[in-house]
Each structure stands twice: as C-alpha cells, then as structure tokens.
C-alpha cells in the first residue's frame, strides 16, 4: 500500500506523502510517539486522507 500513497501523492501537486510506511516519508512523524498523521495529505482542500485497504471511498 506504501507505493500505492506515493502514487497518489505523487499524482496531484497539492498531495503530500506523510505515510511512515514509505521511505521518503520516515521524518514525518509527530508527537513523542512518531505517530503518522495521515497516509496523504491535500494541502488545497485542507484534508487529511487515510488509505484503507479493501474499503470504498465515503462522502
């Protein structure tokens, strides 16, 4: 699923890689934990998105 963030990020220049799963991501972590924030975010539209495998998009 790691390539599969990186292609979505890497898709739209308003997409960053946050996914820790992926080597070009490892620094970005928060808190004292390393937690990941998101998988990807889009910096236009100010939303966190979470890749889940096996589960549909939902509005």
Do not use: P, R
């Not at 992926?22 to 004292?32: E, P």
């Amino acid at each position: 699923m790691k390539a599969y963030n990186k292609e979505l990020a890497d898709s739209n220049a308003d997409f960053y890689l946050f996914d820790l799963g992926h080597f070009d991501a490892k620094t970005k972590s928060i808190g004292a934990d390393a937690n990941e924030v998101c998988d990807v975010y889009d910096v236009k539209n100010k939303t966190f998105i979470h890749v889940k495998k096996g589960k549909a998009l939902q509005q």
